[in-house]
């Protein structure tokens, strides 16, 4: 999340209005701020960057040095400061409207107006927790119609603008524009066949997982040769399933690998969970979080009554000393290279791509270029004392090590080799303090089991996070993408969702959904407009670089149990990538971390061998359908639905 801060509260009661209405309803003070403070910023991008444009035209390109090439082509991209300034009005309010009525839709149970649910907490716990398929059926359906359907006219209406203003920067559309930023002419053909070499894990998974869930569900709701109902997979989206690893596990007897309650006993805290991280880093030889960050982070949720947005988020308030998770405080966010115009802070968004908050992209990407400012980084985040927010915490200080790595870069190369490189660094950091080796070395674990069983329960549950979520990952931008180049008219916008959906995932809508709805305006990001192929490349990336980092650090055996704490020459190696920002080609930073220019998935894959190859030996023994060749299967509704949401 790349923003501005804006001060000021939500407004209590939001107008939705009737999206056909041909006049802009009037919004609140808080929205009016938004929308004022992003014409603002575009103002100064217009004037800047069209000086740019006046004064290099093309002859940027023949430039020869690339840094250079690279400032002045980023300068001259406005983006939607294109537009006059009534479409410029228009698209922020667009932007700001669709953010507000995702942000405040709610749910009601059957007959209430009152006591109604939230995404968060109430209808994300019930989508992890419940297994009442009617109550599944109930928070999925009703959170689509709430968050989606609103949105179907206005998304329509942005695409047009957001098309118009890239094109003027000499993009083929918007999406054109979002692939710019990973500067490889090869760029959707390297994604595809990503794809395929993932695909038959994914595809041994999926089968496993649904023979489980026929087991739970039966034959009425779970076809064995057809997707699977997509509200069952313990997430609103399906995007990643280890909330149902109770109804997977391998070997139940074997130990449960969640240090939960060790970290209560202990008595440790929020703080004491950064110290803990930052201690990480430290035993790498890696930079410790400055004195600001540690004065001005939120890291636990306010008890003073004030509303605050809950998703982890790192922040770089570039003065190359105050980096940390920031304050609440709405954004308007701008759009750099792969976030956006850093002006004047820039955030990203974690832990995962399943939140709910994100970056949106406002405007162009290179004001920044011209701003000398310094850098402060911070880390916003709700802490609670669980072993998977310990894994966000590693996650989130990731993202505050580049930040100080890269900070005496100039600003325009403050920001991940590409898009992905941000989401990687953190999440390459979870995959040592996740082992059980290394629980053991922060005494969360008095013994560390090694056996075959208890590798398969923790790669399993592994997977269900990380090789669960590739297809989604892929297919979110591959939709978007049609949509702006327009082979997906608004006519077959829900149509076309739920096509890629069934293709890449192998799941179907739950109950029967039709173009009155837009079931992809339920997940933040496309309201928001938050690009997301980033997280599938850096799903691919952060094994690469797991696996760069235990060769430095002379790790031997199984990949998934290599632990790089307190490796220096680890340290060094991920540090040189850090430095440089993106100050270079990516490729050439990944080449010197990994040894390679290409994003490749062969690390992944040796990293879940051992569960892909139990997977297959327990599919074979089931006599299990790979794939989903009734394509077309939809489950039917529940008797008497939706009566009676708490029965199973």
Known sequence: MVGVPVEGPFPENPTQEDSSKTERPAVGPFLITLVESSLNEQEFIQAWGQKAKDSYGAIWQNFSDPQLKKIIHSVQTLGPSNLPVDKRQLYNTILSEMDNIYSTAKV????????????????????????????????????????????????????SLSNEAYKMDGFKDTGDYWRSWYDSPTFEDDLENLYHQLEELYLNLHAFVRRKLYERY?????????????????????QQWNNIYDMMIPFPNKPNLDVTNAMKQKNWNATHMFRVAEEFFTSLGLLEMPPEFWESSMLEKPTDGREV??????????????????????????????????????????PLPGAHSGKRVHSSRHAHSVLSRPSVPRIKQCTTVTMEQLFTVHHEMGHVEYYLQYK???????????????????????????????????????????????????????????????????????????????????????????????????????????????????????????????????FILQFQFHK????????????HTCDIYQSREAGRKLSEALRAGSSQRWQDILQQLTGTDQMDATALLDYFRPVTEWL???????????????FEWRPPVPEGYPEGIGKS
């Open 218 to 238: 039966g034959p009425k709701y779970i076809n064995l040769q057809g997707p699977i109902p997509a509200h069952l997979l313990g997430n609103m989206w399906a």
């Open 616 to 630: 297959k030996q327990q599919n074979g023994r089931m006599n299990e359908t790979l794939g989903w060749p009734d």
């Open 108 to 159: 009601c149970p059957p007959n209430q107006n009152s006591s109604c649910w939230a995404l968060d907490p109430e209808i994300t716990d019930i989508m992890a927790t419940s297994r009442s398929y009617r109550k599944l059926l109930y928070a999925w359906e009703s959170w689509h119609n709430a968050a989606g359907s609103p949105l179907r006219a206005k998304y329509e209406e942005f695409v």
């Open 309 to 350: 947005v809950c998703h982890a988020s790192a922040w770089d308030f570039y003065n190359r000393k105050d980096f940390r998770p920031g304050p609440e405080a709405r954004v308007v966010t701008l759009e750099p290279r792969d976030e956006g115009a850093r002006l004047p802070s820039l955030c990203v968004d974690t």
């Open 548 to 559: 760069a980092l235990c060769q430095a650090a002379n790790h031997t055996g199984p990949l």
């Open 408 to 538: 005496d870069q100039p600003v325009t190369f403050r920001s991940g080799a590409n898009p992905g490189f941000h989401e990687a660094i953190g999440d390459v950091m979870s995959l040592s303090v996740s082992t059980p080796s290394h629980l053991k070395k922060i005494g969360l674990l008095n013994e560390v089991t090694e056996d075959a069983d208890s590798d398969i329960n923790y790669l399993l549950k592994m997977a269900l996070e990380k090789i669960a979520f590739l297809p989604f990952g892929y297919l979110i931008d591959q939709w978007r993408w049609n949509v702006f180049s327009g082979r997906t008219p608004p006519n077959r916008y829900n149509y076309d969702w739920w096509y890629l959906r069934t293709k890449y995932q192998g799941i179907c809508p739950p109950v029967a959904r039709n173009e009155t709805q837009f079931d992809p305006g339920a997940k933040y990001h496309i309201p928001g407009n938050t690009p997301y192929i980033r997280y599938f490349v850096s």
